[in-house]
């Protein structure tokens, strides 16, 4: 038996076919860079631009100048009095300092000295020094002088037993450092201040009977 075909006019009646879907496409949900991607980039050119900027600053400025560390001495001591008694100290102690500053163009204000004294790490006197201006490849003089009383505390038969074997050789650990507050003069331009402390480990002969003093180089801490 033949088949026939049913034409019905060119339609279909297959399955149905889905609409096509369409895609939507929201602002700033896409995969480049958002404002704040971009924000990040733009701070992190400005910082490595300010770093180059102030390390080719330094640079010149150090080829130009060429600045040297500022050098302090202890040249001399005197030390008449030194004793312990009822845990008080009394003393008698005089230094004698120099500082050079070695720069051809370089000139330093010291706006604050502040010198201490030191035994066994308790302080046992402080002085405030004279304020004064230090121009170019120039040596400058210092003369602390500590002197009085002063309750102490050493905390231990060891250390006490430290304070007898001084007593007995004749020359003391003492330490001096000065607490600065200083500014740099370059030309007509004066820096901002910096607050460097200077260390001085001495070995001190009482009256001077148990050998003479020896110049000893402090140590510079900014």
Known sequence: MATKEAHLNGAYYGPSVPPATRNYHRPGRGSGCGCGCCLLK???????????????????????????????????????????????????????????????????????????AYYEDQRFDMQTLTPFYQGHKNTSFLNPVFSGQHLVTFGGDQTNSEFNEDRTSGIYDIDVKLYLRIRFKVGKIKTGRFKPKISCDLKVPLNATSGAFKTTKCDLDF
């Open 42 to 116: 733009l701070l992190f050119n400005i910082i490595i631009t300010a770093v180059v900027i102030i390390g080719l600053a330094v640079l010149i400025f150090w080829l130009i100048f060429r600045p040297n560390r500022v050098k302090f001495h202890v040249t001399d001591v005197s030390l008449t009095e030194f004793n312990l008694t009822n845990n008080t100290l009394h003393y008698n102690l005089a230094v004698n300092m120099t500082v050079r500053n070695p720069n051809k163009r370089i000139g330093i204000y010291y706006d604050r000295i502040e010198a201490r």
